[in-house]
């Protein structure tokens, strides 16, 4: 049921699901669905461990920088590859045993690179943030197109009163790219 709930999401969005929809999807009477999940929120809830299931553990042989640039850069691949699904989550407060082996091992990755246990929560907390925000600024950027807003607005920018901006204004219009998401987590994990 979950399987199909994600893809119903996948392919739809999270609008498309709805008990009805998910029971005719299965071939079974909405009721049976309650059986394995009382609401709807219950069965979004139940998204980001299929969303997560392939991301790798944290490789405890590599550097700490390197093994958690690689973890999230895969969270991060997994947030656009499933765009509708990443929506979904990041408007409910969802978590589940997915995430939490995602992040007893950064944190494990990071104690053993003697980061004490507020420092280390700190940063997988900001990793993670970042991922998921960064990824949604992707999503959304890319659904808006060419028409996206961060493209044409400083066409018509006054330089003389925003200079530093008017310098960096070509930047705005620039795709969103795994690139840039790169370089934010290389600034965030060197600092």
Known sequence: MARA???LVDQEGAAALTIGRLARELGVGPMTI???APSK???VAMLPDLLLEDVPPVDMGKPWR???EEVYVCIYRSFLDHRHVTQAIAESPVFGPAQLKIIEGVLVRLERARFSDADAFELQRTLATYTLGFAMFAVVEAQ???DRPRATW???LDDSE???VARVSELFGAEVSERQYRA???RILRA
């Open 162 to 164: 925003y200079p530093h």
């Open 154 to 156: 400083t066409h018509d």
């Open 34 to 36: 309650y059986g394995y």
């Open 144 to 146: 808006a197109g060419a």
């Open 41 to 43: 929120d219950a069965i």
């Open 5 to 7: 709930a994600f893809e």
């Open 184 to 186: 934010g987590l290389h």
């Open 66 to 68: 390197d093994a958690l």
